[in-house]
């Protein structure tokens, strides 16, 4: 049996930029990042049962896609520049472009990228534990996915 591919997320990058033209600007990458989740699509239903269905069962069809929501969690920093990006973004109702860079070895990166909204700004203040922060992402539209270069 070969010896497995896996590898950890480690060096994981999100960036988050009000201009698709800034996304690769070192100003929008988040700082301290511990959890990403990627878009994840799943498409939506409509009954197409009709009165001579087979059986009688419902029959359904495939319709629009929804690539979902997220939670991007960091270490929140007071007054650091993703803790001001982040509420900046949650506050705003216009949308955003994303970048994952998710690492393949050897210095290479998988780019993920597209629109979100940022529904959500959630900090949290524990008396014992790291102080976190969590945006709460909604992907709109159509992403790409290629080698980062």
């Known amino acids: 049996m070969p010896k ?3 590898k950890t997320g480690f060096g994981s990058k999100f960036f988050l930029a ?3 033209a800034n996304i690769d600007q070192a100003a929008s990458q988040w700082g301290e990042v511990i959890s990403l989740k990627p878009p994840s699509d799943t498409y939506d239903t409509a009954e197409a049962t009709h009165f001579e269905s087979p059986g009688r069962y419902r029959e359904w069809i ?3 896609i929804d690539a979902g929501e997220a939670d991007i969690q960091v ?3 007071p007054g650091s520049a993703t803790h001001l990006a982040m509420m900046a973004a949650a506050q705003d109702e216009e ?3 994303y970048a994952f860079l998710i690492p393949k070895g050897a210095g290479a990166f998988w780019k993920i990228q597209g629109d979100c909204l940022v529904l ?3 900090p949290e203040i524990p008396l014992e534990d790291r102080m976190v922060a969590t945006a709460n992402i909604k992907f709109t539209g159509a992403r ?3 080698d980062a270069v």
């Open 95 to 97: 949308s955003y472009t």
């Open 75 to 77: 270490n929140l920093v």
């Open 4 to 6: 497995s591919a896996a």
């Open 18 to 20: 009000a201009d698709v």
């Open 62 to 64: 495939k319709t629009l």
């Open 120 to 122: 959500g700004f959630d």
């Open 144 to 146: 790409t996915e290629a």
